[in-house]
């Protein structure tokens, strides 16, 4: 078994092939979508071999170009001897490779190839099986060998006035990457998720007010304090605190709610806000990178007049990748007209 993986391109989209049984094609949907919510494209093969193309070259065509393989384990893939050859080219290929349990049954077939690998458990919970997938792979790109940087994988531009806002969250992102690119407003990439809860004790509308900080950088792992600390600035400097939070939008939060207006293309998964809690995976894309992509892991708590997140914010461009967790807090001020 080889103990070297291939090493993910941080400057793209990271890709899973998603090992499957026939039997449990749905399960292997859902979690295709958690992790297009989550920003890594997962990959079937019902769904994404083209017609008229030759299956056997497809499969091997992806697991090359795939980052890591999620084999979905059961009873009945246990024995299957396509699952078996898909994760013996991974193996070839050195893939990482991250086998999810959905029933808690044995190794029998695979035990030979799966003796060496730590389980995710889809049965304990889809969600924190999907944060564990999610984890490890961005975990391989930052783990991947680099010389120490002199200087931060990304440049960072000055702070003008907010072109992306994520709103009350109070995650205030500027473009921050090398070549001028910066989050513009842009035409909406979906809306809110059809199966979002909606909040059973709604928000003021009015004007909120916002306070940011970068609790801790986590990829690069090694960064000059200097550029640390411009980065921090850059991110925790709000020329204009203030957003507004329309009526509509408070009585119904939805992707409005981090990305006002729509402006930065935005999508929202998974959201749920209820409670007094509000957790969901924002997906944006980058204005003029077409490898671009911010994600963002929204934890928090709420009241009617006030927010508190602590978030894991992802960011990829053609330049690198930076990975970060903040801690957000907004508060309500007055309302609940936005206008002066």
Same mark, same amino acid.
């Given at each position: 078994?080889?103990? =070297?993986?291939?090493?993910? !391109? ?25 992790? %297009?919510?989550?920003?890594? !494209?997962? *990959? ?47 193996? !070839? ?48 790109? +930052? /783990? ?10 990304? +440049?960072?531009? @000055? *702070? ?8 009350? $969250?109070?995650? +205030?992102?500027?473009?921050?990457? =090398? ?5 513009? #407003?842009?035409? /909406? #990439? $979906? $809306? ?15 004007? *909120? &007010? /916002? ?27 709000? @020329? ?24 930065? +293309? ?18 944006? %894309? ?5 490898? $671009? ?7 928090? &708590?709420?009241?009617?007049? /006030? ?9 990829? &461009? ?17 309302? @609940?007209?936005?206008?002066?």
């Amino acid at each position: 078994m080889s103990d =070297a993986q291939t090493t993910p !391109d941080p400057a793209r989209r990271l890709s899973a092939f998603i090992s499957h049984h026939s039997s449990q094609v749905a399960v292997a949907r859902r979690l295709k979508t958690l992790l %297009k919510e989550r920003g890594i !494209d997962g *990959w079937l093969a019902p769904d994404d071999i083209a017609a008229g193309t030759a299956f056997d070259q497809a499969i091997l065509d992806q697991i090359a170009r795939s980052d890591a393989i999620v084999l979905l384990f059961c009873a009945q893939s246990d024995q299957s001897r396509h699952v078996k050859r898909e994760l013996m080219l991974g193996e !070839d290929g050195s893939k990482q490779i991250l086998p999810v349990r959905l029933e808690d049954v044995p190794a029998q077939g695979l035990a030979y190839w799966l003796k060496d690998y730590q389980w995710i458990d889809w049965f304990a919970g889809e969600e924190q099986a999907v944060e564990r997938i999610v984890a490890a792979m961005t975990g391989a790109v +930052a /783990s991947a060998p680099a010389a120490p940087p002199s200087r931060p994988p990304v +440049a960072v531009k @000055p *702070w003008l006035r907010r072109p992306l806002t994520l709103g009350v $969250g109070g995650l +205030a992102l500027a473009g921050l990457f =090398a070549g001028g690119l910066w989050w513009t #407003g842009g035409t /909406s #990439g $979906g $809306g809110g998720d059809p199966s979002a809860a909606v909040a059973d004790n709604p928000i003021e509308p009015g004007i *909120w &007010t /916002s306070k940011r900080e970068v609790v801790k950088i986590l990829f690069p792992e090694e960064i000059a304090p200097e550029y640390e600390a411009q980065f921090k600035q850059l991110m925790e400097t709000d @020329p204009d605190p203030e957003d507004c939070i329309g009526e509509k939008v408070a009585a119904k939060p939805d992707v409005e709610l981090f990305d006002p207006g729509k402006q930065s +293309a935005c999508t929202i998964g998974s959201f749920k806000m209820n409670g007094g809690r509000i957790s969901g995976y924002l997906n944006c %894309k980058i204005a003029g990178d077409p490898n $671009g992509n911010l994600q963002v892991t929204v934890r928090g &708590t709420y009241t009617r007049t /006030s927010m508190e997140f602590d978030n894991v914010v992802t960011m990829q &461009t053609s330049q690198g990748m930076v990975r970060f967790r903040s801690h957000e807090t907004s508060k309500w001020v007055r309302g @609940p007209s936005c206008m002066a």
